[in-house]
């Protein structure tokens, strides 16, 4: 077994062998019972826990002593056996050799010769080449020796293939690195680790990790120039064409577990292939991080002006009521003497003075202009999102679907506005109709004219919330990426496809699989809301969802001694 590894698999036995298992898998059927039936009556019941104990395990368990006893019960129970035959038969060995064969036969089973060694090999090479996750090869090649119906080997046997492949795969990976690398990015590389200079404090590695932090333009700085140096070492796509993103990340791990001095005791090939991938997905990881920076910022600004909206609102909301009331019996009055001018005049003129009026009117026109909705306390923040939209767009390489492409052509015109403030453009009603209409009396105030600022607003808004929904891509970028790039290509879909359904047990019809999805999901939605009521860590919220912290769990008075023991 691979000791590097935890061991998160299990071998088959009979641990997880519950009431439910237990009913249906050791249920006879009528085949097994005609099966069982041309047996001498005194072995049934040892040759029915024999077979039924393989067809659970995937191999034979010969000493009947280590069967559970309610599996011999159970199956006793539908025979109609006593189950004191089964010591005698569990002596008869070459009784049991003779059934052995003959269950082989029953189920199909075929010699694990070196044939099946050989064709398990090569399976397993093909997923050592996608993952190098060990516990789910082992899981995965248990389940491909039952598939194929080959009685399964020890455990140990099987460790000692995965072993095997993983090293084979891992070698191929090596020598792809050590060919497609220049020498000048291996250099670079062995740069990373080699020993600290005398004055250093940090190796070079540990400065081309991750850079956490809040969405400030601090970091965002230190984002980019993060991103810029680990560019410089030229590992692209192109480096990586063939490479599973399991073996990536598996890799990329590996540089980031270990230290420099193990690195630098690495054969250089493996070194290679170690530290590319623990750069490539640094890269990529840092591209997003910058690009999420932006969306949370936009997210941020947002909510401030929201806030300051809300807090204006209720700081108002005294006076407003107030000339709301003023402004409902000046109405009546009006309205009952509309028709006749004379009393009219009157009814106003002593209802208030001019200079009372004056001051209603400034009052409610600092709430209906400044205070009205929060669009209005955004201009407060251009400068932000202008700093950090200039910063990420200007070092970003968008696409998106033909139906999108006005945001694009709307961001083109706020990069010429950047570069060059005498900028025009040409309001058409094409173009008023891409604008969301909620923001047309600020971008086209009284109808005609046209509000850089509030049209940069909305454009540096629009493309955040269009990243998100992946509406628009950034090329380059893992998480705001194409989806296509995740998405396997048609002729390789199509080539492993009826493996993939057979193996999923699904069916070759997507309509049923979307049923069936959709089946499960209303299940599942009917088992949370059932769950979720009377559960005092859910609540539902103005539509949203709020899942409170679990309460803390007391700590073990044992647990403080046991750190200083393991310490020791």
Partial sequence: MNINIAKNYSYPDFSNLSQDVLENRFKLTKEDLDF?????????????????????????????NKIPKNIVLHLSSQLNLEIGSIKKYNKLQSVKEYHVRIIKKYYGISLFDSESKDLLHKWLLRQCRITSDYNNIVKGCVQQIRSEHWELPAISYIESAVDDALESANKELYGHFDEFLSTKQKSMINELVRPLQEKQRKSELSLLKLIPGKPTIVTLNAQIKLY???????????????????????????????NIKVLRGFPAQK??????????????????????????????????????FR??????????????????????????????????????????????FEKVTVETSQYVYERSDTYCYLLGELSSFRRFSQKVLGM?????????????????????????KNTKVRVTEEFKDSIQSSWHEYI??????????????????AIATALKCSDLWIEGSNEYGSLQEHMMPDEKWNEIKPEFLKEMKLPSDYWKITQRTKTNLDETLARFNKGSRG?????????????????RAEVPRYIASLKYKILD
């Fill in 36 to 64: 069982i039936s041309i047996r001498e009556k005194h072995n049934r019941l040892g040759f029915a826990v024999l077979m039924k104990s393989f067809h659970y395990l995937g191999y034979f368990v010969t000493d009947l």
């Fill in 311 to 356: 807090d204006n609102l209720d700081r108002y909301s005294i006076s407003t009521k107030k000339n709301m009331k003023e402004y409902n019996i000046l109405s009546n009055k009006i309205s009952m003497s509309y028709d006749e001018p004379q009393i009219l005049h009157k009814e106003i003129t002593t209802f208030k003075t001019k200079e009372e």
């Fill in 228 to 258: 810029r140096k680990l560019k410089e070492f030229g590992i692209d796509k192109n480096i990586m064409k063939g490479v599973s993103v399991q073996k990536i990340e598996w890799f990329a791990h590996q540089g980031k577990k270990y």
């Fill in 535 to 551: 559960n005092r860590y859910v609540t539902i919220k103005d539509g949203q969802l709020h899942i409170s912290r679990l309460d």
């Fill in 444 to 461: 086209f105030p009284e109808g005609k004219g046209f509000d850089w600022r509030y049209f940069e607003i909305y454009v540096i808004t």
């Fill in 396 to 420: 970003a390489q968008l696409n998106c679907e033909p139906e999108h492409i006005y945001l694009l052509e709307m961001l083109e015109l706020v990069r010429k506005k950047w570069k060059n």
């Fill in 271 to 308: 070194r290679y292939a170690i530290l590319s991938c623990f750069i490539y997905k640094n890269m990529k990881e840092t591209f997003d991080n910058i690009v999420r920076i932006l969306i949370k910022k936009v997210k941020m600004i947002h909510n401030k002006a929201d806030k300051k």
